[in-house]
């Protein structure tokens, strides 16, 4: 027996998120009830990150172990497309040490958010977009982006639930505001350790008031001084958002203290204790 890593892409529209729910259809459902046809017995798995109802992926990262050795990767990436839905993918396979666990491996999480900035919106991508009709300045969302960039507290940006307290601290490597060659689509992409719930969706929110004029670029900073959810009510719908890719590879935490806006001891401690909340 041995385990293996599986790259997957999925269309959210049809799922309550990825995480097991009682009563609803999820990603992570689908893909043990796979496991269970080819297996013959109960299977579970690990995955890099959570997605929320309607989010889609194109590199989620799941591991889980392989109970027949005469199994290649390629044999395992072909069962599981035969036994999975047509809106769930395996892109990948590959097989990892025995104590893997993506969601404490991951160094890197990047995700993607499309708005379509158009008068009239596209039916046909309803579902994958935010088609937003009202102007949009790129050059006033790129520089409201600059003060996201570091290690700070987000708790603006952050869903509260009730049975959980996570930390807040957050590193965010990395935002991108790019238009892309269809006409009014614009990319915003995130690179970031690991995130809070809602998080990139709020943040694309945050952007888009700087975009349409109503904030100032410097107002990102404001609001993340004051680290609380109701000095942010804008939340972009989940339809753009997309679990791009998920890395591995060491990154230098250290290049990004230099951005954070509060005792560095202190973010450094409680980034250590939030790596794995995604």
């Known amino acids: 027996?041995?385990?293996?890593?599986?790259?997957?892409?999925?269309?959210?529209?049809?799922?309550?998120?990825?995480q097991l729910q009682e009563g609803v259809r999820t990603v992570e459902e689908e893909i043990e009830r796979a496991l269970h046809r080819i297996f013959k017995e109960p299977m579970t798995i690990d995955f890099a990150g959570r997605t929320d109802t309607g989010v889609h992926a194109v590199g989620q990262v799941i591991s889980f172990f392989v109970k027949y050795d005469t199994m290649a990767d390629r044999d395992v990436k072909n069962a599981l497309n035969a036994n999975l839905p047509s809106d769930i993918y395996t892109r990948r396979v590959w097989t990892v040490e025995t104590n893997f666990n993506p969601?404490?491996?991951?160094t890197r999480r990047i995700y993607h958010y499309y708005v379509l900035n158009t008068r009239e919106p596209d039916l046909f991508s309803k579902n994958r977009c935010w088609w937003?009709?009202?102007?949009?300045d790129i050059p006033r969302m790129r520089a409201g982006s600059r003060y996201l960039e570091g290690i700070h507290?987000?708790?603006?940006?952050?869903?509260?639930?009730?049975?959980?307290?996570?930390?807040?601290?957050?590193?965010?490597?990395?935002?991108?505001?790019?238009?892309?060659?269809?006409?009014?689509?614009?990319?915003?992409?995130v690179e970031g350790q690991s995130f809070l719930r809602r998080m990139?969706?709020?943040?694309?929110?945050?952007?888009?008031?700087v975009g349409t004029g109503q904030w100032?670029?410097?107002?990102?900073?404001?609001?993340?001084?004051e680290r609380t959810r109701t000095a942010?009510?804008?939340?972009?719908?989940?339809e753009g958002l997309y679990l791009y890719s998920v890395d591995f590879t060491p990154v230098p935490i250290q290049n990004y203290l230099k951005n954070a806006y509060w005792s560095e001891n202190d973010l450094r401690e409680d980034l250590f204790c939030s790596r794995a909340d995604s």
Not at 8 to 13: N, S, V
Not at 164 to 178: A, G, L, Y
């Open 232 to 238: 942010l009510n804008t939340t972009a719908p989940p």
């Open 216 to 225: 100032e670029p410097q107002k990102i900073k404001e609001i993340i001084m």
């Open 1 to 18: 027996m041995r385990r293996v890593a599986a790259a997957l892409a999925y269309d959210g529209t049809g799922f309550c998120g990825f």
């Open 153 to 189: 507290d987000f708790s603006t940006f952050m869903k509260k639930d009730k049975y959980e307290d996570k930390n807040p601290v957050r590193v965010v490597f990395r935002v991108r505001v790019t238009p892309l060659r269809r006409p009014g689509l614009i990319l915003i992409r």
């Open 200 to 209: 990139v969706r709020n943040i694309v929110g945050a952007l888009i008031r």
């Open 132 to 136: 937003f009709p009202y102007p949009l």
């Open 103 to 106: 969601r404490f491996a991951a």
